[in-house]
């Protein structure tokens, strides 16, 4: 199955081709896509920011959907599974979120699941989502796996490259590769936060272009300890 980015020419919130990950990735009649927050590139300030209450920052990050779905002729209509991931301060706003939600997407509401995590990796961030869209009837099968990384590795850099390393070989025994990834979650503990921007020269090495689509997040610790991360990997059952 042939993967393929989704690369609008109408983006205004940043150079997305900078990074190691596609804002959406199609095959089979799905598309994923990445976790987005309302970070925005600032030109006066010439730096990432982030403005405004829950509602302001998850209706950017709809428009943000909408326009990467575009590029695939498609919609927020399309879209029928979201995960947002909240921070603690979001909490009390949740149901004006709803509502918003309600207006946006009308009668095709997708299926939502809300994660309550430490933090984003922007630290004015309230939320992120992330999303699967389809024009399919069935969708693609898919292989699921997940690895921590190993402590004894060293540092996040290190974690980061062992846990992909465990991935690929999960990958393989179920017939599948890195080749055919189409998304990454990867969570990370804070104490990894400051290096935690030197993994893309992991997932730079690790993945052909196109990047698969991706979401990071900060959880407060992780079940193994001593690890910094812990990914979690989706890709096409088999590959071209």
Sequence with gaps: MTRRALEPTDYPFFDYRRFTFSLGIAAAGQVWLSGSTAARFDPPRKTMVVTGDLVAQAGLIYDKMAKTLAADSLGLENVTRMTQYITPAAIADLPKLDALRRSAFGDAAPVVSTVVIKSLLRSEALIEIEGIASTANRPPPV???????????????????????????????????????????????PEALADYRHTAEVRKAVFATPYPAATGVISDRLSRPGALISVEAIALARSE
């Design 143 to 189: 292989v699921i796996a997940a690895a921590f990384g190993d402590p004894a590795a060293g540092g996040i850099v290190e974690q980061c490259r062992d846990a992909y390393v465990q991935i690929a070989a999960a990958l393989k025994n179920a017939g599948s590769n890195l080749d055919a990834v189409v998304k990454t979650t990867e969570f990370i503990t």
